[in-house]
């Protein structure tokens, strides 16, 4: 057989695998293209709801002074800014029903708030017509409890603030962890250590537990509604979960759309801690007519002004700036020698 026509034959041969890998290397960047799109679609909307979470207009649901981590979580505002920007980034933002069928590939939502969490998942619900049917719906707040063999009962906190029921004692207390050591009969709360470590590890095992049996509901659901994917409780690191708890949050699970051949297993967690920045006042030095602006913290007992946001807000308003180090340093002087 001549070369032209072996290479005749190879072309023949070979050509259509070339193709077939050809369309197969296409078709596996256009997943994973698919699939880094929608991690990143959650990821964003996790974030703008964790932003929105804590935006309120009644005093009570403030941060407290006791806690900066006193929170609380608005978790429909969040579920509206996590449903806009997921719709946006995955292009149904006009499509109602694809942003409800989106859904039925979000097994959970969970809110981590300061005393409790909530649960967004679909639910089981009697119709009129008592027919099965599947709704989402926000669970319950369900408290952070431990109890032991003791028959003690605590509640925690996102921070070291419990609820408890002392039965040694009789009666319920509050308060945080160091401050009803010594009078409590409680055996987790007389090492502070020991209280962290139960604290921690009895809030993720409680979302965890509870995590699992809202994805196997969710599967189902999935059942009924010709759904193949099977829901699983995803693999998350200790110190994500640990993180996640740390302060108030939210986080979110999507599973089982499809990407090319492959199917999209992913999580967010977003947090919504309020972070409180320290007023700047702009005052006036009366004994020199000199216009001075410092951190509410300091007293040097100027006449107050104005208030600002920022140091170069205070600035540009003609505001020099107070060295407060000073202030302090010269108060201590003044004190030591008082005492001498």
Not at 303 to 323: C, D, I, L, S, W
Request: glycine residues 6%; hydrophobic residues 40%; aromatic residues 12%.
């Amino acid at each position: 057989m001549k070369i032209t026509e072996l290479s005749i034959v190879f072309v023949l041969i070979f050509f259509p695998l070339f193709y077939i890998f050809t369309l197969r290397t296409h078709d596996v960047q256009k997943a994973s293209e698919l699939a880094y799109r929608y991690q990143k679609a959650l990821q964003t909307a996790v974030m703008d709801a964790g932003a929105v979470m804590h935006q309120n207009e009644k005093q009570h649901a403030e941060a407290g002074y006791e806690s900066i981590k006193f929170v609380r979580a608005d978790k429909e505002l969040a579920l509206s800014a996590f449903t806009q920007t997921m719709a946006l980034n995955m292009g149904i933002q006009n499509d109602p029903p694809a942003v409800q069928h989106m859904f039925d590939y979000i097994p959970a939502i969970v809110i981590l708030d300061y005393d409790g969490y909530y649960m967004y998942a679909k639910e089981t619900a009697m119709t009129g017509e008592t027919e099965r049917s599947f709704r989402h719906v926000w669970s319950a707040k369900k408290p952070y409890t431990y109890s032991d063999s003791d028959g003690n009962s605590i509640n925690f906190t996102l921070d070291g603030y419990i609820y408890a029921y002392d039965a040694g004692m009789g009666k319920w207390i509050e308060g945080f962890q160091q401050e009803l050591a010594a009078d409590s009969t409680i055996t987790v709360l007389q090492d502070a250590a020991v209280f962290e470590q139960v604290r921690r590890s009895r809030i993720v095992t409680r979302v965890q537990d509870d995590l699992a049996d809202v994805i196997n509901r969710h599967n189902e659901f999935a059942r009924k509604n010709g759904i193949s994917y099977l829901f699983t409780m995803p693999l998350i690191s200790q110190e994500d979960w640990y993180n996640s708890i740390n302060d108030t949050g939210l986080m979110a699970f999507i599973q089982g759309i499809a990407a090319g051949d492959q199917k999209i297993n992913n999580y967010a967690i977003g947090g919504g801690r309020l972070v409180k920045r320290t007023a700047v006042v702009g005052g006036m030095d009366s004994a020199t007519g000199i216009k001075y602006h410092y951190p509410a913290t300091c007293n040097p007992g100027f006449r107050a002004e104005e208030v600002f946001t920022t140091a170069k807000q205070a600035a540009a308003r003609g505001y020099f700036e107070y060295n407060c180090s000073a202030h302090f340093s010269l108060l201590s002087e003044n004190t030591e020698s008082v005492l001498e």
